[in-house]
């Protein structure tokens, strides 16, 4: 249980028990990653190389944040694991409109971590090159 003590000469009110605050950080980035492929007519997400999902940390259905090289545009979507060692990176659904095939994009996702951790935070990020394969890591 909390308890609130007044500070004085004031009406602010001051928590006895530390709080902890949360910060939203990068947690995975996948840079440079070209468009492979796109499919207007599925339902939505954006399909990446499951290799890749695991190298950069990131779970199948996570909610993430893109931003494509090629044209400035960002969008939020959730993704979903293509097949291992394909390369694929393909834009589907309504965001399928947001970049063509040889688009790079910028993909991230983020975690709410303890400010108490957050200085000594790491993200996951891998950088591709040619064909999408991984030409740098960082963070793994």
Known sequence: MESWEPVPNGPILRCARPQFMQVHLLKS????????????????SLTIAEDL?????????????CSNLANGERFETYAIAGDR????????????????????LTIMAFAEIDSAKARRWRPRVIVLGKKNRIINELGT
């Open 29 to 44: 980035k996948i840079h440079r990653a070209q468009v492979t492929g796109s499919s207007l007519d599925y339902e939505g």
């Open 53 to 65: 999902m695991e190298k950069a940390g990131l779970f199948p259905n996570e909610r993430i944040l």
């Open 85 to 104: 060692g394909s390369g694929a990176i393909e834009l589907n659904g309504a965001v399928a409109h947001l970049g063509k095939i040889g688009d790079r």
